[in-house]
């Protein structure tokens, strides 16, 4: 089955740097590729979502790469602050009737002041 | 913002008993997920379900857990006889169809405590 690896697992950046968080996966199927953000005691809040036939997609200060050859998923915080300081996964899915994500194992954000 | 709204927020239960959370589904989302998280980050899809028809779910959740989603009335999750193993994190989320591509919105979850 799929395997989703993240890295890294945790991240201390300044205010104002960027962060990058990157994600490899491993099922040449995997046609839906997303960001969550989860902030402590709270669910998974959605951030960006890309498909398979997208390389690359910003908002809002997010941007999400995708390396289909070398099957990585990225996402880059520019510009971070303090509300960002939260846990990021990456969650993908494969083609197929109602498939379940596959979630990475988290990077914690620590946004310095 | 998502709308899946998941109550109760926080659970306890000693083990034995039985644990029931809820999930109202964002308006308009025939097909809801559900996921448990551990304390080390880890996820573990339950069942999902396409309007009140069961799609998939794993074996664990075949033998301990039930689930629902009735029509008019919120999803649930029950666990029949909670274990310490089952303490987690217990999230719900909806999306607008089945298709691989579709955005899956998560609620708040429900966080579950067997003591």
């Known amino acids: 089955g799929e395997q989703v690896e993240q890295r890294p697992p945790h991240l201390s950046v300044r205010e104002g740097d960027s962060a990058i968080i990157i994600c490899t996966y491993t099922d040449s199927a995997t046609a839906y590729f997303s960001w969550y953000k989860q902030e402590a005691g709270a669910g998974l809040q959605l951030l960006m979502s890309?498909?398979?036939?997208?390389d690359r997609k910003e908002e809002q200060g997010l941007t999400v790469l995708l390396n289909k050859k070398d099957k990585r998923l990225s996402l880059n915080l520019t510009a971070a602050h303090p509300g960002d300081s939260a846990v990021y996964f990456c969650?993908?899915?494969?083609?197929?009737?109602?498939?379940?994500?596959?979630f990475g194992s988290g990077t914690k954000v620590i946004v310095l002041p | 913002n998502s709308k899946v709204i998941q109550t109760p927020r926080y659970l306890v239960k000693g083990q034995g008993q039985k644990a029931k959370m809820r999930c109202i589904p964002e308006k308009g989302h025939p097909v809801v997920f559900w996921y448990q998280q551990n304390k080390n980050n880890e996820f573990k899809f339950l069942i999902n379900?396409?309007?009140?028809?069961?799609?998939?779910q794993i074996d664990m959740t075949e033998k301990r857990f039930s689930a629902e989603c009735p029509s008019n009335s919120p999803c649930s999750l029950e666990i029949q006889s909670s274990e310490a193993g089952d303490s987690a994190l217990y999230l719900c989320?909806?999306?607008?169809?089945?298709?691989?591509?579709?955005?899956?919105?998560f609620g708040s979850g429900t966080r579950l405590t067997v003591l």
């Open positions: 969650a993908v899915r494969t083609t197929g009737f109602a498939s379940a994500l596959t």
């Open positions: 890309v498909l398979s036939n997208v």
């Open positions: 989320a909806s999306s607008l169809s089945w298709a691989s591509a579709e955005t899956l919105y």
């Open positions: 379900f396409q309007n009140q028809e069961v799609l998939q």
